[in-house]
């Protein structure tokens, strides 16, 4: 879900908690799919939510450079049987890494 | 929008202490917290919708039992259907099986000795979004565990039924959740002959007096206290007992921590030279009052509070320091729950002048192990026990 209401409802969950009031209503979980404007995000949203959810991508970016999502998107395919081609691999990767490398050195 | 920081604060409780001496360039990529509620399910930190892994926020940690509404959620697979409690089955078999069986959930019941054990469910991956260098995987914070009582049979009872051949090397289970895609590996653990003939080791099909929730396992799920949540395998419906090492994704290439890297139970027949699986929890604690960065008044009575628990020996001694370390004082324990359970711990906090209170917290396990103040490195980003600690303000 992309909607500005979604993000909104969260807000006021989490301001509700933040406030200490009791939550009433809060937001029903939904799948995100919502990454950086980029070459290759639709490519790879479209890989990634096959099998799950794309909250993982900016939540694991402070853990990440060029050479762990290689490792990542790897593990995807050989292990997990993502079904990925070499070439968009190569145009996952060039997305991730350029979106969300977060890790320092 | 909330910032990371904010957000921490609302959600994931105690992480902010340690989250913010890392932030900068790696923080601003780093996506918000969000809430959400799953069916049956009160608001929890989402960490992931799809496979589900949710976590309980710091507030609803601070019963001595997690509430069922608001027990963390941690999936692999993206396919959990919801069990016909009528219709679920457990097969129990396997090459080292010499009856194998079929139970009903009515059949369970009826046929074995009922048992409830007071234990903590912690993720092995709980506070891997506190390690620093951050690692891959769930950002969790404090909240992938929570402490319940749980009902059921004795899976020793189960297995003698099936017949336990003495060739016997490990007993393998797998639950009603399944891959999307067909080289995913099935979510399947294995334990040790030895653990699983443990007397506390449950097929447990309640949790604090109550059915087990849908996203906790329901009809039922395997309870090992002391272990890591990995093993807890949910809508359980197939076990094996068998004379080889299981040699399963899961096992052989997942949840593993460096050989001799830790002070806990080996697990002979899966471990290499270089690696070997995670299995017991290490003794820890965890602050659940006052609130992160919470302010207090001054002149008006204020506690710290909190939780500690270990693999199964119990906990000796919860030390507070309430002046950066430089000495330390015992806190005073609540009610012993059992061994594998969680132990309250509370002090008085000194409110009288206004200024920073620097607190650390270390438990001390009847075993003699106690806190670490360093993180020992591994490339999951296991076992983060290290004393925390954190800053409060009297005004």
């Given at each position: 879900m992309r909607s500005a209401g979604h993000r909104f409802a969260v807000w006021v969950a989490v301001a509700g908690a933040a406030a200490g009031y009791a939550m009433s209503g809060p937001a029903a979980a939904a799948e995100v799919t919502d990454l950086r404007e980029g070459a290759g995000r639709d490519l790879t949203v479209g890989r990634c939510i096959i099998c799950h959810s794309v909250e993982y991508i900016p939540s694991n970016a402070p853990a990440m450079n060029r050479a762990a999502w290689q490792k990542t998107i790897q593990k995807m395919k050989d292990k997990f049987g993502a079904p990925i081609t070499d070439e968009e691999a190569k145009q996952i990767l060039d997305y991730l890494d350029t979106n969300y490398s977060g890790k320092a050195g | 929008m909330l910032t990371r920081r904010e957000a921490l604060l609302a959600g994931a409780g105690w992480l902010a202490t340690r989250a913010g001496a890392n932030e900068g360039a790696a923080g601003a990529v780093g996506g918000e917290e969000m809430l959400g509620t799953l069916?049956?399910?009160?608001a929890l930190i989402q960490r992931a919708f799809r496979p589900p892994n949710f976590e309980t926020p710091l507030a609803d940690l601070q019963p001595i039992h997690t509430g069922n509404s608001v027990f963390f959620v941690r999936y692999h697979l993206p396919n959990i259907p919801y069990v016909d409690a009528a219709a679920w089955r457990l097969e129990v078999g396997g090459p080292s099986a010499q009856h194998p069986l079929t139970l009903s959930l009515r059949e369970l019941k009826g046929s074995f000795e009922h048992v409830s054990i007071n234990a903590v469910n912690q993720c092995s991956g709980n506070r891997r979004g506190l390690f620093a260098p951050r690692v891959p995987g769930v950002q969790w914070g404090n909240g992938a565990m929570g402490h319940a009582l749980w009902a059921g049979v004795r899976l020793r009872d189960v297995l003698h039924k099936a017949g336990v051949a003495t060739d016997a090397l490990e007993v393998v289970f797998n639950g009603a959740d399944t891959p999307l895609l067909p080289g995913t590996p099935d979510f399947v653990k294995s334990l040790p002959i030895d653990r699983a003939l443990d007397e506390n080791t449950l097929i447990a099909f309640e949790m604090n007096g109550a059915p087990l929730p849908h996203w906790n396992g329901a009809p039922a799920r395997l309870v090992v206290p002391?272990?890591?949540?990995?093993?807890?395998?949910?809508?359980?419906t197939d076990i094996r007992i068998q004379p080889a090492a299981f040699d399963g994704f899961w096992m052989k290439s997942a949840y593993r921590i460096p050989t001799g890297a830790f002070a806990t139970a080996r697990f002979a027949s899966q471990e290499t030279s270089e690696n070997t699986p995670i299995t017991e929890m290490l003794v820890n604690a965890l602050i659940t009052s006052p609130a992160p960065a919470a302010r207090l008044r001054r002149g008006e009575p204020a506690r710290l509070a909190g939780k500690a628990w270990d693999a199964g020996a119990g906990i000796a001694a919860v030390e507070v320091s309430l002046d950066g370390r430089q000495s330390w004082r015992p806190a005073k324990l609540g009610r012993d729950l059992g061994r594998f359970a969680w132990r309250e711990f509370e002090l008085p906090l000194?409110?009288?002048?206004?200024g920073p209170i620097e607190v650390a917290v270390r438990a001390r396990s009847r075993n003699g192990s106690t806190q670490p103040e360093k993180l020992t490195p591994n490339p999951a980003g296991y076992h983060d026990n290290i004393v925390q600690t954190a800053r409060l303000e009297v005004s």
């Amino acid at each position: 879900m992309r909607s500005a209401g979604h993000r909104f409802a969260v807000w006021v969950a989490v301001a509700g908690a933040a406030a200490g009031y009791a939550m009433s209503g809060p937001a029903a979980a939904a799948e995100v799919t919502d990454l950086r404007e980029g070459a290759g995000r639709d490519l790879t949203v479209g890989r990634c939510i096959i099998c799950h959810s794309v909250e993982y991508i900016p939540s694991n970016a402070p853990a990440m450079n060029r050479a762990a999502w290689q490792k990542t998107i790897q593990k995807m395919k050989d292990k997990f049987g993502a079904p990925i081609t070499d070439e968009e691999a190569k145009q996952i990767l060039d997305y991730l890494d350029t979106n969300y490398s977060g890790k320092a050195g | 929008m909330l910032t990371r920081r904010e957000a921490l604060l609302a959600g994931a409780g105690w992480l902010a202490t340690r989250a913010g001496a890392n932030e900068g360039a790696a923080g601003a990529v780093g996506g918000e917290e969000m809430l959400g509620t799953l069916p049956g399910k009160k608001a929890l930190i989402q960490r992931a919708f799809r496979p589900p892994n949710f976590e309980t926020p710091l507030a609803d940690l601070q019963p001595i039992h997690t509430g069922n509404s608001v027990f963390f959620v941690r999936y692999h697979l993206p396919n959990i259907p919801y069990v016909d409690a009528a219709a679920w089955r457990l097969e129990v078999g396997g090459p080292s099986a010499q009856h194998p069986l079929t139970l009903s959930l009515r059949e369970l019941k009826g046929s074995f000795e009922h048992v409830s054990i007071n234990a903590v469910n912690q993720c092995s991956g709980n506070r891997r979004g506190l390690f620093a260098p951050r690692v891959p995987g769930v950002q969790w914070g404090n909240g992938a565990m929570g402490h319940a009582l749980w009902a059921g049979v004795r899976l020793r009872d189960v297995l003698h039924k099936a017949g336990v051949a003495t060739d016997a090397l490990e007993v393998v289970f797998n639950g009603a959740d399944t891959p999307l895609l067909p080289g995913t590996p099935d979510f399947v653990k294995s334990l040790p002959i030895d653990r699983a003939l443990d007397e506390n080791t449950l097929i447990a099909f309640e949790m604090n007096g109550a059915p087990l929730p849908h996203w906790n396992g329901a009809p039922a799920r395997l309870v090992v206290p002391g272990w890591t949540g990995t093993y807890w395998v949910k809508h359980l419906t197939d076990i094996r007992i068998q004379p080889a090492a299981f040699d399963g994704f899961w096992m052989k290439s997942a949840y593993r921590i460096p050989t001799g890297a830790f002070a806990t139970a080996r697990f002979a027949s899966q471990e290499t030279s270089e690696n070997t699986p995670i299995t017991e929890m290490l003794v820890n604690a965890l602050i659940t009052s006052p609130a992160p960065a919470a302010r207090l008044r001054r002149g008006e009575p204020a506690r710290l509070a909190g939780k500690a628990w270990d693999a199964g020996a119990g906990i000796a001694a919860v030390e507070v320091s309430l002046d950066g370390r430089q000495s330390w004082r015992p806190a005073k324990l609540g009610r012993d729950l059992g061994r594998f359970a969680w132990r309250e711990f509370e002090l008085p906090l000194d409110t009288s002048r206004s200024g920073p209170i620097e607190v650390a917290v270390r438990a001390r396990s009847r075993n003699g192990s106690t806190q670490p103040e360093k993180l020992t490195p591994n490339p999951a980003g296991y076992h983060d026990n290290i004393v925390q600690t954190a800053r409060l303000e009297v005004s």
